[in-house]
């Protein structure tokens, strides 16, 4: 089980950048995957990005393409998220996930090896972006 702390939430304007960072409590993270979700109330959680542990492949969902940037050092078992001319509707909780080492090779992107039942995740950071 790895226990997973985001950090770097806040209030920001709309426009502005903030990073998010999550760390994994593995002395050396061994899953497959680490990503970023976000839920609004009374929504479904959503994928925003995701990124392979071994060979930093990368994989984002269309909403965020472009504006956000998921990246990770192994050095500090860490992910962030960059995310870049935030708007209102970016307000969410935003959570990491961390996807298990996959039992045999698999062509799915970053954290769509398994359903999310099987990820380990955080407990969430507030974003709030205002107008």
């Known amino acids: 089980q790895v226990h997973l702390v985001e950090s770097g939430g806040g209030l920001v304007q709309a426009g502005d950048s903030l990073r998010l960072s999550c760390s994994a409590s593995d002395r050396t993270f061994s899953g497959y995957a680490m990503g970023w979700y976000r839920q609004v109330p009374g929504k479904v959680r959503e994928f925003l990005a995701g990124i392979a542990w071994k060979d930093g492949t990368t994989y984002y969902a269309n909403a965020v393409k472009g504006r956000f940037t998921i990246s990770k050092d192994n050095t500090k078992n860490s992910i962030y998220l960059d995310m870049n001319s935030l708007r209102p509707e970016d307000t969410a909780v935003y959570y990491c996930?961390?996807?298990?080492?996959?039992?045999?090779?698999?062509?799915?992107?970053?954290?769509?090896?398994?359903?999310?039942?099987?990820?380990?995740w955080g407990q969430g950071t507030q974003v709030t972006v205002s107008s």
């Open positions: 996930a961390a996807e298990p080492d996959r039992k045999s090779p698999s062509p799915m992107p970053p954290m769509y090896g398994t359903g999310w039942s099987d990820f380990n």
